[in-house]
């Protein structure tokens, strides 16, 4: 069936250092591509996510890019900071209703 | 406006034993979701639903049942407990198919011993 796999399952970079996380999917009908974060305890939110008829897309100091023809998507985090310390999750549309799921990055931003 | 709430937030469960979960929702969304998550296995889908009165099987559906009798509110059934079942639950809708975004639920605790 269809899946996504995300890489790697741990990060640990530098305060002030870029993060980057790649996904791939299967499904080549998704056309929408979200990221979550949820901090230790809480609830996934979303932080940006993609269409598939756009190649990236940027909010301050996260980014999204989205290579259709080879299935895959990556985030990209500059300038991290402690509070981007958290797990990451991304997620491909399956068909209108659902979201299949990667199994999360978790990021560790080192002081 | 809370968004979307769940109760209870934490439950230990004998195994055998049944219970009830209930995710309400006031965005007046039509779809609602239900996912277990477990360490290093993201997010799985047990089961949703399109709108009042329809349920579908998600990835992992099996020992869970499901009713929407109203639009605010997805119940999830756990009719005889198992230890395979201790997991965080977390519950979510979307407004429909042209805005994909899913808000969560804060998430229920549950351990089947």
């Known amino acids: 069936g269809e899946n996504v796999e995300q890489h790697p399952s741990t990060l640990s970079v530098q305060e002030g250092d870029s993060a980057v996380i790649k996904c791939t999917y299967s499904d080549s009908a998704s056309n929408y591509f979200p990221w979550y974060k949820q901090e230790l305890g809480k609830r996934p939110q979303l932080i940006i996510d993609?269409?598939?008829n756009v190649g990236e897309k940027k909010d301050q100091r996260i980014a999204v890019t989205l290579n259709k023809t080879a299935k895959h998507f990556s985030l990209h985090i500059t300038e991290t900071q402690p509070e981007d310390s958290a797990v990451y999750f991304c997620a491909a549309s399956r068909g209108n209703y659902q979201l299949i799921w990667g199994a999360g990055t978790k990021l560790i931003i080192k002081p | 406006n809370a968004g979307v709430t769940q109760t209870p937030k934490f439950r230990v469960l004998k195994t055998g034993q049944s219970m009830t979960l209930l995710c309400a929702q006031d965005?007046?969304?039509?779809?609602m979701y239900w996912y277990r998550q477990d360490p290093g296995m993201g997010l799985r889908l047990i089961h949703y639903s399109v709108g009042e009165g329809t349920t579908a099987k998600g990835e992992v559906p099996d020992g869970y049942n499901v009713s929407r009798l109203k639009k605010q509110n997805f119940l999830l059934g756990l009719e005889s407990a198992a230890p395979s079942q201790t997991s965080v639950y977390f519950c979510?809708?979307?407004?429909?198919?042209?805005?994909?975004?899913?808000?969560f639920g804060p998430g229920t605790r549950l351990t089947v011993t």
């Open positions: 979510a809708s979307s407004m429909d198919n042209t805005k994909h975004e899913q808000y």
């Open positions: 965005m007046n969304h039509e779809y």
């Open positions: 993609i269409r598939s």
